[in-house]
């Protein structure tokens, strides 16, 4: 599936059925015959999986062969002579199917009154009501049934046995009935080789051979990730979704963007009476290649049609919440807004809205309120990447494609739990590693990436740095570095150069707790196995020096010549669906769309021609800065949309004393989140799914979102509530008609959008920069020369963390994120069998500490910093390094960041939220 | 050390053992001879010894194949030729130590055979001996003659003469050679083993694997298993030949884990061609490396398939994937592989050490050299044979195993094992080559040869073989999952006297598509018994669904015990020992069985005395007999009464 340039180049033609057919080396008689529109029935096979050759159902004859070759499994040769349709193969065919069905319920695939069939219609031949005819389980999308229909099947004459198996009801989201299962392996294999989960297999042997998990554990306990990609492969009614059992088939299907992470995955909302069933990957789909994870296979419908959603306007009234309609409410706002204009007002967009939204956003902060007080979440996770990415290579985003990381040689991962918080970008790891590629993974728990890798350098949290520049220390002196690449491309790489000087071995070793082999292994590896590409996430950037690690990250590439390559680069992970686009929308304090700066005369004349206002050149704040003005009276108004900051901020308990101080806020949110519960007006907004826009993806791909149903109750999109404040405000050029009018204009504004529209939208979905009306788009950056022009490489020096563990406080603490949750939980939270599967936080402590500390798996334990205290379940576990504890940051209850530090980045102003220090207590503490 | 060195180290060890002034004694301790209680004698020989205070060499050696006469002792005193004794039992034993190596007498009446020139009285020459006499034992020449675990003993015999050729020479030379000898796999297939060096030698890529299948799962055999008890440098041997002809630097031997004596002897044969430098890095100084592992398979019967032993090897589940690609372009890994059956890798070291074209002189035109078989069943001398191709079934029946055991008639032979074919008399004198077999609707196999007698009911022996191979089935396809419990369920029927007119069509069309349908070999070869019984024993099938007999009289449901009241003296032997009081009758009565509750276990067969062997077993008819029991002797009367 990568791009890599395989075999696949050379066309050779060859016969079906007395057809010229003209393919590629390396496709299958099967690829080949559907290529040219010839139908040659299958079961096992499926276009996402490796070819199997077990159903025996494409069974062809080929001139010069012996026997009956499966199509599936046989590669083309040149001037081979195929038929796929003579008597004796469908004989042939005939005899297998009629072997399969007699293990398989059959009265619905072979009655012949089943046109005339009712649902309730009892008949004697229904056998139960799984297996009946209209009762089907698959609402009748059953791929066996195609294949009795082409082969016309009509009765089954061997004895039939039914396997009599309970139904398994293990997983939250969907049933196994085995009784039904045909053995084609898809979900074995898609659980294998592509999930890389192996929860299920193959089990037993000759007539018992049956799927299933190892000893009959449940799904959970086999390691199940819950993706769901084994109910999407299954030809039958084996596995089905519990939400659209026996629902019938959908009245529509839309396909859009699913709303959680950043790696933008396409799905397809099936609707049916206006209501979303469920979610499933849309099969044909770039950025996840007809995968997803279980956060957007099963946690959608639910959280849009959840019972808590907001669905009309709130006003607080003597301390409580009233119902209002949305012209009071909107009047009440727009009265305010324009008594706190300028610099007392600040905005907090959204990471989850629109691009479209996000700029209106933007030019309301700016051209309304007369502020550049705007900032997003970006501020909290990848700042760091922005700035330190924009200082080496000229570009603060992910420099290659997704689909380019299976192809590399080596991948180093650190800082990133793939699998939880990007599990379908993580796939491709998974698949590179299957190809062979090697993987380095540097993190101090045992994520499961590390599992995988063949270098696991398990350093302490905060010694980034010296375990980077110990690495390229060795690459400079082994004479491993690419110095064609670093003369011709790069420049200030003495000064890097003598900044190594201070990372010897040893003190790498001491300061990162990495054996010195370890690293100097992981050095070797790295550069000498090409092409390699460097994947991070928020581990490297939520630090108080995260732009140094992102630094060291750049350098690294550069000096391996890692970059501006096909399966090379640096891939900041985002941590959520539109961290890209809020970020190049200009939801920022100091830059307009694609980071044009506002202290820029020559941008601001730009914007204040194109939106008719003045506009201030003064930068604005940073989000913890606005939450510091706003605990020190400076900020007297805040607007927040989607965000929630008293659950995501560093030391959550100051945020929420400033957000309680605020004179007037404006919360705009689908739930009423822990923020929303503090604000003075709570304005209910639709959700992704009842919106037309745009989400840009982490490797900067702008995609569709698409209006499946209509808003919840009485919400509305976040642009039309923006628009109408705006026009209370007497603003002009805010009355766009849809979303794509705005994409009109944000086009015409921002340099790298040019020649987006929502009709090109409809066919491609261009990675940026698109520079020109085709919108190609870019999805390698760096090809020739850098966007600054030369790879800028930066001496290093080694900081510690700001907080370190002392006598009182003497664990370390790192908090990151599950697989079944996202970010504060306002939506997976909602779920209840995300809720099944991760019902609260837990504090993972090693065994060695937890010794020390009397505590047993299972104890509640409190966790305490300087800012405060939280309390959860301690889960004593190897995968956390001695003297480290760690937590979910999802769950409100225990929210981890009341402990984090707020301690900031200087240059991005990114808080250190992934290390503070810390003291365990057993029980629930006083 | 030189390879000089080492061979000539080899001979000098070895000749002093030839010449030891000691009486030396061999024991053939392999799983075989364990089993008929080798390790016991092994016992009562050292106290023997002890007690009787001779100084003798005592030495564990493979099987020489009489699995009939296990156990077997060699004894060979100074000056002496090597007699050899069988049937031996730990209270014979002493007797004879002391007989022979005390008072000279040799014991003819135990003893087998002797080797080598001189003549021992009383006792036949060893070779002479009919069972030994049509054999051409070379791939088996060391086996019970030399120390398995005595890396000298295989040096001294010519061993590693072949590597050490195949070393100086170009690969293309030893493929060459192996092209003039005409080998083909002898794991069943037949395929030209040059053809199939070649293609893995010529497969691009830089690292290539050779594997050793040794994963012999057919019921009934044994030739591997005791190819590497008793003589496993000479596979070894072979596999270094052909890593250096193939350009591998790894290799596997895939063993099955119920076999521990092999895997033990193997791995003390690599540490010894470790200690001499056969394997490891520059071997032989010749610049060429090569690490062998064993892999222990967990007994799956699939896993003998080469794609299914791959993934094995690779930790997945054992089941195979359609070829192309084949191993030899995409194998271990998905590297280029080259898999051959253990007793090939044993003639590629046999075909080195002494050319092709003298081995080529064995065998006839398109199947070249020997073949070992086990032999079973119902003849008289069971073994480990070693037979030149094309010879004819008769003769390996009636002349190397002496014919049906208790001068029963023969009905059959299953080559092949499950997945082989059932061959009637009509085919004794077919010849045993690859094309002669596959023509009679059989295959070579691996060499299983199960011979049954009249006695045996071809359709229930069809019955157990699908019995086998559905339980083997991997799952992974469906003509072999689901087709072959069909035939076995419809066996089952015809078995229990359920059979239905259209149960034969119906059991060729699931056999064809099984055949034509299935994946791999498994499945391919499976249906194979039944297209043979059908073939060559319709007849029966007919007699068991339209008759309801059995004409082996097996079939538990479709027989009858009865008392022939003409011959039935009254003695109550019968009544006494029905296990379910199915006999109604008393002293000097005519017994009566009681059709409804006999459970046809055979007892009163068995116990009626033979003097008056009164109880008879039919199928197909009834017998008239008394409805109760009347005095002996008026069974005209009781007739009248019927």
């Known amino acids: ?926 | 050390m030189t390879f000089k060195e080492i061979q000539h180290r080899a001979v000098t060890e070895w000749e002093n053992w030839q010449k030891s002034k000691k009486p030396r004694i061999l024991v053939g301790t392999a799983t075989c001879g364990r089993a008929a209680g080798a390790l016991s004698i092994l016992d009562v020989i050292n106290e023997s010894l002890r007690k009787l205070r001779i100084k003798a060499t005592v030495t564990e050696v493979g099987c020489i194949g009489l699995c009939y006469a296990e156990p077997m002792v060699d004894i060979i005193k100074p000056g002496k030729p090597r007699i050899s004794y069988g049937g031996l039992t730990p209270e014979n034993i002493q007797q004879l130590l002391e007989d022979y190596l005390i008072n000279d007498n040799p014991r003819p009446d135990l003893a087998l055979g002797y080797f080598g020139e001189d003549i021992v009285g009383g006792i036949p020459a060893f070779f002479d001996m009919p069972v030994l006499k049509p054999q051409v034992r070379i791939v088996l020449r060391n086996c019970g003659s030399i120390d398995p675990k005595n890396i000298n003993h295989y040096v001294a015999n010519g061993g590693y003469s072949g590597l050490q050729k195949a070393l100086s020479v170009k690969p293309e030379d030893v493929i060459e050679e192996l092209k003039k000898s005409g080998l083909r796999g002898r794991g069943g297939a037949g395929f030209p083993t040059w053809m199939k060096w070649n293609f893995c030698r010529n497969a691009p890529g830089k690292e290539k694997y050779i594997i050793c299948n040794a994963d012999e799962g057919d019921p009934g055999a044994f030739m591997n298993r005791s190819l590497l008890e008793g003589d496993p440098h000479s596979v070894l041997e072979g596999m270094v030949i052909g890593a250096y002809t193939i350009g591998a630097n790894n290799a596997y031997i895939y063993c099955r884990a119920e076999y521990p004596l092999a895997l033990e002897r193997l791995g003390i044969a690599i540490r010894q061609m470790e200690e001499y430098g056969f394997i490891g890095n520059n071997i032989m100084g010749s610049g060429f490396d090569l690490h062998i592992k064993i892999k222990e398979g967990a007994g799956a019967f699939v896993c003998g398939e080469e794609t299914s032993l791959i993934a094995s090897i690779e930790g997945k589940r054992g089941m195979p994937r359609p070829r192309p690609p084949f191993p030899a372009i995409a194998g271990l890994w998905g590297k280029p592989t080259n898999i051959n059956n253990v007793e090939t890798w044993a003639d590629v070291a046999l075909i080195m050490q002494r050319g092709g074209e003298w081995y080529s002189q064995y065998g006839n035109e398109k199947s070249k050299g020997t073949k070992t078989f086990a032999l079973v069943g119902k003849v008289e001398r069971t073994g480990l044979v070693e037979v030149p191709l094309g010879i004819k079934l008769r003769e390996i029946i009636y002349n190397v195993g002496g014919g049906i055991l208790n001068g029963r008639k023969f009905k059959a032979v299953q080559t092949g094992g499950p997945s082989g074919g059932c061959l009637p008399a009509s085919l004794l004198d077919s010849p045993v080559d690859y094309e002669s077999l596959a023509a009679a609707g059989s295959i070579m196999g691996s060499g299983g040869m199960i011979v049954m007698d009249e006695d045996t009911c071809v359709v229930d022996m069809t019955r157990y073989f699908l019995t086998f191979t559905q339980t083997e089935s991997c799952g992974k396809c469906v003509p072999c999952r689901v087709g072959t419990r069909h035939m076995l369920m419809i066996l089952q029927r015809i078995t229990r006297g359920e059979g239905e007119p259209g149960d034969i069509e119906l059991l060729q069309r699931l056999a064809t598509t099984v055949k034509s349908g299935s994946l791999c070999g498994l499945g391919q070869t499976a249906p194979n018994p039944v297209l043979t019984t059908i073939r060559y024993f319709r007849k029966e099938y007919e007699d068991h669904i339209h008759k309801k007999k059995c004409p082996a009289l097996v079939c538990k449901e479709l027989i009858s015990f009865y008392v022939d009241p003409k011959k039935c003296r009254g003695c109550g032997i019968c009544f006494r020992n029905c296990p379910v009081e199915a006999i109604s009758g008393s002293k000097k009565m005519i017994h009566v069985i009681d059709q409804k509750k006999c459970i046809k276990c055979g007892t009163c067969f068995n116990v009626c005395p033979r003097r008056f062997s009164a109880v008879v077993k039919v199928s197909g008819k009834k017998m008239r007999v008394p409805r109760k029991p009347v005095p002996v002797g008026t069974q005209t009367v009781a007739r009248k009464h019927t």
């Open chain 1, 1 to 926: 599936m990568s791009t890599a340039p395989d075999m696949k180049t050379k066309s050779i033609t060859l016969t079906i059925d007395d057809q010229q057919v003209a393919v590629e080396t390396g496709s299958s008689v099967l690829e080949a015959a559907h290529a040219a529109g010839i139908y040659i029935p299958t079961l096992c096979n499926h276009p996402t999986l490796p070819s199997y050759g077990g159903c025996r159902m494409c069974l062809v004859e080929i001139e010069n062969m012996r026997g009956f070759p499966p199509a599936c499994t046989t590669p083309v040769q040149d001037k081979m002579v195929i038929r796929t349709n003579t008597q004796q193969l469908q004989e042939l065919r005939r005899n297998i199917l009629e072997m399969l069905l007699t293990e398989h319920p059959h009265t619905c695939l072979v009655c012949e009154r089943k046109q005339q069939c009712q649902p309730y219609h009892t008949c004697i031949r229904k056998v139960a009501v799984t297996t009946g005819c209209t009762m089907c389980a698959q609402n009748g999308i059953c791929e066996l049934q195609r294949v009795v229909d082409y082969i016309g099947l009509k009765e089954v004459s061997l004895p039939y046995t039914y396997r009599k198996l309970g139904i398994l009801r293990d997983s939250p989201f969907f049933d196994r009935d085995y009784n039904l299962c045909i053995l084609c392996g898809r979900c074995v294999r898609v659980c294998q080789d592509i999930r890389g989960a192996g929860a299920i297999a193959f089990t037993y042997r000759g007539p018992k051979a049956l799927v299933g998990t190892a000893f009959d554990y449940t799904l959970q306990e086999s390691g199940c990730q819950f993706c769901g990609a084994c109910v999407d492969v299954c030809p039958t009614g084996a596995l089905v979704e519990r939400a659209v059992k026996w629902t019938g088939i959908p009245d529509s299907t839309v396909r859009t963007t699913c709303p959680y992470c950043g790696v933008g995955c396409q799905i397809s909302l099936h609707i049916k009476n206006s209501r979303i069933m469920n979610s499933v990957p849309f099969v044909n789909s770039i950025s996840n290649k007809g995968q997803l994870c279980v956060k957007g296979r099963f946690g959608i419908a639910e959280v849009v049609h959840h019972p808590e959603r907001l669905t009309a306007p709130l006003v607080k009234r003597d301390g409580k919440f009233v119902e209002t309609s949305w012209d009071e409410a909107l009047n009440f706002v727009a009265e305010k807004f324009q008594v706190f204009k300028g610099n007392r007002f600040a905005l907090i967009s959204s990471a989850k809205i629109t691009n479209e939204e996000n700029y209106l956003a933007q030019k309301f902060a700016r051209a309304v309120m007369g502020t550049n007080n705007i900032d997003h979440a970006s501020r909290s996770c990848h700042a760091p990447s922005l700035v330190g990415l924009e200082k080496a290579f000229g570009i603060g985003a992910m420099t290659n494609s997704i689909d380019e990381i299976s192809g590399a040689a080596c991948i180093f991962v650190i800082g990133s739990n793939t699998t939880s918080g990007h599990p379908v970008l993580s796939l491709e790891i998974r698949e590179a590693v299957n190809k062979g590629a090697k993987l380095i993974v540097a993190d101090p728990r045992e994520v499961k990436v590390a599992q995988w890798a063949d270098i696991w350098l398990r350093h302490v949290p905060g010694s980034d740095v010296a375990l980077l520049m110990g690495m390229m220390r060795i690459i400079t002196e082994e004479s491993l570095a690419d110095m064609s690449f670093v003369e011709e491309r790069c420049e200030h790489f003495h000064e890097f150069r003598e900044s190594l000087k201070d990372f010897t071995l040893d003190f790498a070793e001491k300061v990162t707790g990495v054996q010195k082999d370890k690293i100097k292994k992981a050095a070797r590896l790295f550069a000498s196995q090409k092409p390699a590409t460097v994947i991070y996430g928020m581990g490297i950037t939520q630090q108080s020096h995260g732009t140094d690690n992102v630094l060291a990250l750049a350098n690294l590439a550069m000096l391996t010549g890692n970059i501006g390559k096909p399966f090379t680069g640096v891939s900041p992970l985002r941590a959520q669906n539109n961290n890209q686009g809020a970020c190049d929308m200009g939801a920022l304090p100091d830059v307009y769309t694609d980071y044009q700066r506002v202290d820029n005369p020559d941008v601001q004349k730009k914007f204040e021609a194109a939106w008719d206002v003045r506009l201030s050149s003064a930068p604005g704040m940073t989000l913890p800065e606005i939450m510091n003005a706003a605990h020190s009276g400076e900020i007297k108004s805040l607007y927040l949309i989607g965000e929630n900051p008293v659950i995501s901020q560093a030391h959550a308990g100051s945020v929420t004393d400033a957000v309680r101080k605020l004179e007037f806020l404006v919360v705009q949110d689908i739930f009423l989140t822990e923020s929303a519960k503090l604000a003075h007006v709570v304005l209910p907004a639709a959700s992704f799914a009842e919106k037309d826009g745009t989400f840009t993806n982490t490797e900067r791909r702008i995609q569709r979102v698409r209006k499946a149903i209509e808003p919840v109750g009485n919400s509305r999109p976040d642009c039309r509530i923006l628009s109408s404040i705006a026009g209370r405000m007497g603003a002009k050029g805010f009355d766009f008609s849809h979303p794509s009018d705005i994409m009109q204009e944000i086009a015409g504004l921002t340099p790298s959008y040019h020649g987006i529209s929502y009709n090109l939208l409809e066919k491609i979905s261009p990675q940026w920069p698109c520079t020109d009306e085709t919108g190609e788009g870019t999805p390698m950056l760096h090809r020739d020369y850098f966007v600054r022009g030369k790879g800028r490489f930066t001496p290093l020096s080694y900081k510690p963390p700001a907080e370190l563990p002392d006598e009182t406080y003497p664990l370390m603490l790192t908090i990151g994120s599950s697989l079944y949750h996202h970010q504060t939980g306002t939506m997976t939270r909602k779920v209840s069998g995300l809720n099944f599967l991760h019902p609260g936080n837990v504090v993972e402590i090693n065994p060695a500490d937890a010794r020390k500390l009397k505590i047993k798996d299972g104890d509640h334990v409190t966790v305490i910093s300087r800012r405060g205290r939280v309390t959860a379940m301690a889960r004593v576990t190897d995968s956390c390094l001695a003297g480290l504890v760690y937590m979910d940051f999802h769950f409100a209850e225990s929210a981890a960041n009341i402990l984090t530090n707020r301690a900031l980045d200087p240059l991005s102003k990114t808080p250190e939220l992934k290390i503070c220090a810390v003291r365990v207590e057993k029980g629930h503490g006083g």
